[in-house]
């Protein structure tokens, strides 16, 4: 199940100050919208379920992102294989790309 705040980003299609635009709150029964303070209508909880396999795509998508920075592994670690060895460094990241598959 999607986060709250994802929901919202989607819903907006922008990004969200969740300090300032949107504040959310958990008392304990989950996340709900605290405070609103959007030009757009703040959304009702069937527009949140409309966005919520998009959420959980996104945020499996965020995951597998992660996944493949840390299996990159340093930046200047890359740079130097490229310029040892550009067709294994290459084939390196094919595989990690292969291993986390986005949606």
């Known amino acids: 199940m999607a986060t709250l705040s994802n929901k919202i980003k989607l819903y907006v299609n922008a990004e969200v100050d969740f300090n300032s635009d949107v504040i959310l709150q958990d008392d304990g029964n989950g996340a709900y919208i605290k405070e609103w303070n959007l030009d757009i209508a703040q959304p009702t ?9 998009d959420a959980d795509k996104m945020e499996r998508n965020l995951n597998v992102d992660q996944e493949r920075i840390n299996a990159y592994g340093n930046i200047g ?6 310029y040892h060895n550009i067709d294994n ?5 094919k595989k990690i790309k292969e291993d986390n598959p986005k949606e």
């Open 45 to 53: 909880d069937a527009q949140l379920s409309a966005v919520e396999s």
């Open 89 to 93: 460094w290459k084939t390196r990241i």
């Open 77 to 82: 670690d890359q740079l130097d294989e490229i």
